[in-house]
Nanobody
Framework: QLQLVESGGGLVQPGGSLRLSCVAS????????INWYRRAPGKEREWVAR????????NYADSVRGRFTISRANAKNTVYLQMNSLKPEDTAVYYC????????????WGKGTLVTVSS
């Protein structure tokens, strides 16, 4: 059973922080790029961040660079998204997704976790 399961979402005030987790099972997690995407209400899905298999490269969308940090713990089959200085526009369902190759689309998707940034 191939699975990516996100957790850590919730309600947070603007300027606050939240850490999302994504736990993988059923595939060789350490061989895959992991991406975070998000979908805000009424909007298209947006790519947020990417990390390669050995944590030697990370990439971020302009909208989150400097505020979010992607990391992974391959021994735990887990990827994290540390979200700081949160803004209302960060409100979205956040998804993790795995890709074996950087040049192709995602192979596996989680079902998402909701982050709501509101005062």
């Amino acid at each position: 059973q191939l699975q990516l399961v996100e957790s850590g979402g919730g309600l947070v005030q603007p300027g606050g922080s939240l850490r999302l987790s994504c736990v993988a099972s059923g595939f060789t997690f350490s061989r895959y790029y992991i991406n975070w995407y998000r979908r805000a209400p009424g909007k298209e899905r947006e790519w947020v961040a990417r990390i390669n298999s050995q944590s030697t490269s990370t990439n971020y969308a302009d909208s989150v660079r400097g505020r979010f940090t992607i990391s992974r713990a391959n021994a735990k089959n887990t990827v994290y998204l540390q979200m700081n200085s949160l803004k209302p526009e960060d409100t979205a369902v956040y998804y993790c997704a795995a890709a074996f190759l950087a040049t192709t689309g995602m192979d596996y998707w989680g079902k998402g976790t909701l982050v709501t940034v509101s005062s």
